[in-house]
């Protein structure tokens, strides 16, 4: 019922406000963010991903990449530049379609898939699997360590997982009664524009596991983590949210 309700949720920010669902900054909200500036995110952010894997010395290979929640295709396409294809893989069709108007880089493609697995892919199908912004957007934990789990099914030897979560959140920010309000509303048949629009609302959830047990669910598929960076969050809002981003190998 959680991914159903997801790929609903995802459907909807598809059509109401895209870009900043996809990368939330401020004063960026409804439809602000300009669609150039966006994909020049996606350029930077993989650049430096990229010169950390070769700090690693992972991946072996650049063959396949699989962008996980790729939204608008914001880091399949750089990826797609750095590797001879990339995938990526979204929940919501919406997003998919989005990325598919909007690409023009050959080695990219997408797919919808809306469940908590990854079983459209193959064991050992890609060299690297990355995925930011968005584990912390699923809200069932057993879906999350599902993903986890098929992270790992998915690397090839010598191959390359960073993926990130946050490994702690605050009691005050659980209560997400803006995603709450959101779906309730809706549920009495509110449209979604005025709930977001009008009245500030929006479904995204949030959600965080602990990184021991990270690190214990990576271990029992058969992966090694190579290191794990946690980071805290700054700024009043977020006071005291610790987000972790792991680099996992086989």
């Given at each position: 019922?959680?991914?159903?309700?997801?790929?609903?949720?995802?459907?909807?920010?598809?059509?109401l406000d895209?870009?900043?669902?996809?990368?939330?900054?401020?004063?960026?909200?409804?439809?602000?963010?300009?669609?150039?500036?966006?994909?020049?995110?996606?350029?930077?952010?993989?650049?430096?991903?990229?010169?950390?894997?070769?700090?690693?010395?992972?991946?072996?290979?650049r063959?396949?990449?699989?962008?996980?929640?790729?939204?608008?295709?914001?880091?399949?396409?750089?990826?797609?530049?750095?590797?001879?294809?990339?995938?990526?893989?979204?929940?919501?069709e919406?997003?998919?379609?989005?990325?598919?108007?909007?690409?023009?880089?050959?080695?990219?493609?997408?797919?919808?898939?809306?469940?908590?697995?990854?079983?459209?892919?193959?064991?050992?199908?890609?060299?690297?699997?990355?995925?930011?912004?968005?584990?912390?957007?699923?809200?069932?934990?057993?879906?999350?360590?599902?993903?986890?789990?098929?992270?790992?099914?998915?690397?090839?030897?010598?191959?390359?997982?960073?993926?990130?979560?946050?490994?702690?959140?605050?009691?005050?920010?659980?209560?997400?009664?803006?995603?709450?309000?959101?779906?309730?509303?809706?549920?009495?048949?509110?449209?979604?524009?005025?709930?977001?629009?009008?009245?500030?609302?929006?479904?995204?959830?949030?959600?965080?596991?602990?990184?021991?047990?990270?690190?214990?669910?990576?271990?029992?598929?058969?992966?090694?983590?190579?290191?794990?960076?946690?980071?805290?969050?700054?700024?009043?809002?977020?006071?005291?949210l610790r987000?972790?981003?792991?680099?996992?190998?086989?």
């Amino acid at each position: 019922m959680e991914i159903s309700q997801q790929e609903r949720d995802w459907n909807e920010l598809a059509e109401l406000d895209p870009y900043w669902a996809i990368l939330t900054r401020p004063g960026l909200r409804f439809g602000v963010w300009d669609s150039g500036e966006f994909f020049a995110t996606g350029e930077v952010e993989i650049d430096i991903v990229m010169r950390r894997a070769e700090e690693l010395g992972h991946p072996e290979r650049r063959e396949r990449a699989l962008d996980f929640g790729c939204g608008l295709g914001r880091l399949t396409r750089p990826l797609a530049e750095r590797f001879d294809e990339c995938v990526g893989v979204d929940i919501s069709e919406g997003m998919v379609r989005g990325a598919r108007e909007l690409n023009d880089v050959p080695g990219a493609s997408f797919v919808v898939n809306p469940a908590d697995d990854l079983r459209i892919f193959d064991d050992a199908s890609f060299d690297f699997v990355y995925s930011v912004i968005v584990l912390q957007h699923v809200p069932d934990r057993d879906a999350i360590e599902s993903y986890v789990a098929e992270f790992c099914r998915l690397l090839r030897p010598g191959g390359l997982a960073i993926f990130q979560l946050p490994s702690h959140i605050p009691k005050v920010f659980r209560l997400q009664w803006r995603r709450r309000l959101y779906l309730g509303l809706r549920r009495l048949g509110l449209r979604a524009a005025f709930l977001y629009r009008r009245l500030h609302l929006l479904p995204i959830a949030m959600s965080s596991i602990p990184e021991a047990d990270i690190v214990a669910l990576v271990t029992s598929n058969g992966a090694r983590v190579l290191e794990v960076e946690t980071s805290g969050a700054t700024g009043v809002l977020n006071a005291g949210l610790r987000s972790s981003t792991y680099y996992v190998t086989r």
